[in-house]
Antibody
Framework: QVQLVESGGGVVQPGRSLRLSCAAS????????MHWVRQAPGKGPEWVGV????????FYGDSVKGRFTISRDNSKNTLYLQMDSLRVEDAAIYYC??????????????WGQGTLVTVSS | DIQMTQSPSTLSASVGDRVTINCRAS??????LAWYQQKPGKAPKLLIY???TLETGVPSRFSGSGSGTDFSLTINSLQPDDFATYYC?????????FGQGTRLEI
């Protein structure tokens, strides 16, 4: 069965960087687009961005554009989220989610359990 | 960005009731709309995509309808497990956006 396991969350100071990982198994990772979605405490979900199956196309939400970078290593079945210049408002649970197709059909019901990022001095 | 507005924000209902949650997009999104259910401490669970297609395993008491800018999620014969928060989400254009949520309470 599909499994997505995020890691790399933790406490970081404003302005610093953090890299999250999402280890995928149970499906053909190299043919699936992948998304990152975050959810701040007590708030609704916010889409962070998407990467196509081959990594050639990436799109980001306005609040993270220019600061966050999504990448993937298909040889390791792993998705990454590099977060730079972190702000207090970036604090959230970060989820990776599988696309229904190669990156353009929206998230399907396969999400990870999330990893918590806290941004605080 | 396309703004998604849900109504109501909170909905009180009883087991066995039929309820409808509405979602309005700030511009046409065709039928690129999904509905999620979320319970405390859990990731959102996809219920419906492409406005009206039930995700595998979702009970048939859930249904979705609409097109363009106005959409709705209907739950027939509410079950105790259905009391949760529901979100609509558009995926017609990047960036994808979610509604603010509707809390369905007993």
């Amino acid at each position: 069965q599909v499994q997505l396991v995020e890691s790399g969350g933790g406490v970081v100071q404003p302005g610093r960087s953090l890299r999250l990982s999402c280890a995928a198994s149970g499906f053909t990772f190299k043919t699936s687009g992948m998304h990152w979605v975050r959810q701040a405490p007590g708030k609704g979900p916010e889409w962070v961005g998407v990467i196509s199956y081959d990594g050639s196309k990436k799109f980001y939400g306005d609040s993270v554009k220019g600061r966050f970078t999504i990448s993937r290593d298909n040889s390791k079945n792993t998705l990454y989220l590099q977060m730079d210049s972190l702000r207090v408002e970036d604090a959230a649970i970060y989820y990776c989610a599988k696309d229904r197709g190669t990156g353009w059909l929206g998230m399907d019901d396969n999400w990870g359990q999330g990893t918590l990022v806290t941004v605080s001095s | 960005d396309i703004q998604m507005t849900q109504s109501p924000s909170t909905l009180s209902a009883s087991v066995g009731d039929r309820v409808t949650i509405n979602c309005r997009a700030s511009q046409s999104i065709s039928d690129w709309l999904a509905w999620y259910q979320q319970k405390p401490g859990k990731a959102p669970k996809l219920l419906i995509y492409k406005t009206s297609t039930l995700e595998t395993g979702v009970p048939s008491r859930f249904s979705g309808s609409g097109s363009g800018t106005d959409f709705s999620l209907t739950i027939n014969s509410l079950q105790p497990d259905d009391f949760a928060t529901y979100y609509c989400q558009q995926y017609q254009t990047y960036s994808y956006t979610f509604g603010q949520g509707t809390r369905l309470e007993i």
